[in-house]
C-alpha cells in the first residue's frame, strides 16, 4: 500500500540549517536578480528603476513562500524536493521573460503573459505542497484559505498588466503587488509556523549575501568588453569594497542578533517577527542592493570609456540616485529590522542614509569615480565609527556562547 503523500515529508526540527536543495533553488534568484539589473541599466530612467522594483518585490514574493515552507518541512525531503524542483523550473523561466516582463518583443510567445503565467505555477505549487505538509494542523489550512486569495488576485491582475502598456501597466503591476503583500498582511499570521528560527534567519542571511554577490557579478559583467585598464581597476576595487561594506554591516552582528532575538521569541509573536522583519523588511534591503548593482555596472562603463565616456564625465540622474540611494535604502531597512528584532535603534544609520540622499546633487557634477569614492569613503567611516562605539557589545554577540 503507498504511503500518503504527507508522510513521505519529514518536519523541520528547531535547529535544522538549510538544506543543498535551498542554495539550489537560490541560484534561479541570482539569475533573476541580474535580469532586473540589465533590463533597469538598458532604460536607466524613473520609470525603469520603478518597474525594476516591482520586478524585485514579485521575484521576492515568489522566494518568501519557499523560505516559509521549507522551515515547516524538509525541502530535500520526499514530494517537497520534487515540488521545489519544479517551483524552480518555472522561476527560471520566469527569469527568462524578464526582458519581456512590460514590452513584448516581436515573434515569439507573449513575454508578459508568460512571466504571469510562471508566477503562478510557481505559486500554485507553493500552496499546494503547504496544504499537503499542513496535514491535520486545522489552523495552517485556514490560514492558507484565507491566503489563497491575495495569491489570484495578484496573479490576476499581472495577467490583466501583460495585456497593457505604459503608465497603466505599470499602475496594475503596482496594484498586483500590493494585492500580494497587502493581502497577506491583513489576514494576519495566525495560523503560520515558525519552527526553526536558525534555518530562518540563516536562509535570509543567505539570500542576501546571493543579491551582494550579484552587485559584483554587475562589476564584472559591466566591463567584460572593455579593455583593462587602471580607472576601471580603481573603480572595481571600490565596488568591491562597497560591497564588502554592506555585508560587514550585516554580518558582523546584526544577522546573529537578530536570529537570537528570532529563537528567544515564541510562537505567535516569533511569527509576526518573521514576518516584519524577514519576510517585509528584507525587501528594501534586496531593493537597495539592486539598485546599487545597477550604479555600478553604469559606474564602471563611464570609467572604462564605454559610449564616449571620458573619466571626467559625471554619472547622474537615476543611476546616481540608484547607486546612493539604494545605499540609504539598506540602512533604513537595516533601522527598522533591528528596531523590530532587538528594540535597537541605530541613530548613525539613519544619519548615514540622510546624508547619501543629501550628497546626491553634489556628487552629480563630480567625475564618475569620485562619487564612487565618495560613497566607498562613508561607508567605511559608518564601519569604524560603529566598531569603536559597539566595541564591547560586538565582542559579547560574536564571542558569547548562547544555549
Known sequence: MNKPLRSRMERVGERASATNLELFFDLVFVFALTQVTAMMAETPTWPGLLRGALLLSVIWWSWI???WLSNWVKADEGLARSAMLIAMAAMF?????????????????????????????????????????????????????????????GTALLAIASQLSGAAQTAVWAAAVLADYGGTMLIGTKGWRLPSAKHFAERYGLIIIIALGESIVAIGVGVTHLAISWPIIVAATLGLAIAGALWWSYFDTHVLA?????????????????????????????????????????????????KGHTLADPLYGPPLWAMYGGVALFMFAYVGIGWRTKHVFKVERVVLGVV????????????????????????IALIVYEWFKYHDIREEIRHATHE
Open 65 to 67: 513562500g519557499y523560505s
Open 93 to 153: 523561466l520566469l527569469a527568462l521573460a524578464i526582458p519581456e516582463a512590460f514590452d513584448d518583443l516581436p515573434g515569439g510567445l507573449d513575454g508578459p503573459l508568460v512571466l504571469a503565467f510562471c508566477y503562478l505555477l510557481v505559486r500554485v505549487v507553493h500552496v499546494w505542497l503547504f496544504w499537503i505538509a499542513a496535514g491535520d494542523e486545522a489552523e495552517l489550512r485556514a490560514q492558507l484559505v484565507r491566503f489563497v486569495p491575495s495569491m489570484i488576485g
Open 258 to 306: 537578530a536570529e537570537q532575538a528570532l529563537a528567544e521569541a515564541r510562537g505567535a509573536e516569533r511569527v509576526r517577527m518573521g514576518q516584519v522583519a524577514y519576510t517585509y523588511l528584507h525587501l528594501p534591503l534586496m531593493i537597495g542592493i539592486v539598485m546599487l548593482a545597477l550604479g555600478l555596472k553604469k559606474v564602471l562603463g563611464y570609467v572604462g570609456g564605454e
Open 356 to 379: 547619501l540622499l543629501a550628497v546626491v546633487p553634489l556628487v552629480s557634477y563630480v567625475p564618475a569615480m569620485a562619487s564612487l569614492g565618495v560613497l566607498t569613503v562613508l561607508l
